[in-house]
T-cell receptor, first 110, second 115 residues
Framework: DAKTTQPNSMESNEEEPVHLPCNHSTISGTDYIHWYRQLPSQGPEYVIH???SNVNNRMASLAIAEDRKSSTLILHRATLRDAAVYYCILSYNQGGKLIFGQGTELSVKP | EAGVAQSPRYKIIEKRQSVAFWCNPISGHATLYWYQQILGQGPKLLIQFQNNGVVDDSQLPKDRFSAERLKGVDSTLKIQPAKLEDSAVYLC?????????????FGPGTRLLVL
């Protein structure tokens, strides 16, 4: 299984942009990059996913490096509600399975 | 659209007792997953169903854990007998398929404490 590396924790100020990095140097050409987040005392929720091109949705943007060995989840204006653990996950031919790592715990200061 | 429902939300039992968790996935979702999340760790997949058949149960401790998905809708996860190390949050998730682009939708989880 392809592995990802994320910082254990990050801090942000409210209403400022947040860039959450993920390294996946062993990614294969057909691995999708998924991001989920888990708010305190809740189940994980989907944030965004991509393959090669940068992706945007109402929650966030996903910037994928040209060599695909790293990606960055961008929250354009952090709110207190964005404080959560963010997981970067690769999937290819895993039958839909998600293999979670430790994730990055994001704290947002008012 | 209703989300994934789980019950109970909390359960406290003593070791060697048995416990069961219930999950109702999003309507129409063929794929159902059970995860175990120990405090401070990411969720770990226990079992995956496609309709009422098991796709992957390689991480399920089969000597004490069992799961079923009768009629391909609701699912039950059972632990018998429970051990202290089973204290965790048990998460149920569902998706419409098993492709690599599929989104999984998670329930709120059942928090189990084994004393």
């Amino acid at each position: 299984d392809a592995k990802t590396t994320q910082p254990n924790s990050m801090e942000s100020n409210e209403e400022e942009p947040v860039h959450l990095p993920c390294n996946h140097s062993t990614i294969s050409g057909t691995d999708y990059i998924h991001w989920y987040r888990q708010l305190p005392s809740q189940g994980p929720e989907y944030v965004i996913h991509g393959l090669t091109s940068n992706v945007n949705n109402r929650m966030a943007s996903l910037a994928i490096a040209e060599d695909r060995k790293s990606s960055t989840l961008i929250l354009h204006r952090a709110t207190l509600r964005d404080a959560a653990v963010y997981y970067c996950i690769l999937s290819y031919n895993q039958g839909g399975k998600l293999i979670f790592g430790q994730g990055t715990e994001l704290s947002v200061k008012p | 659209e209703a989300g994934v429902a789980q019950s109970p939300r909390y359960k406290i039992i003593e070791k060697r007792q048995s416990v069961a968790f219930w999950c109702n996935p999003i309507s129409g979702h063929a794929t159902l997953y059970w995860y175990q999340q120990i405090l401070g760790q990411g969720p770990k997949l226990l079992i995956q169903f496609q309709n009422n058949g098991v796709v992957d149960d390689s991480q399920l401790p089969k000597d004490r854990f069992s799961a079923e998905r009768l009629k391909g809708v609701d699912s039950t996860l059972k632990i018998q007998p429970a051990k202290l190390e089973d204290s965790a949050v048990y998460l149920c998730a569902s998706s419409s398929g098993t492709g690599d682009r599929e989104t999984q939708y998670f329930g709120p989880g059942t928090r189990l404490l084994v004393l």
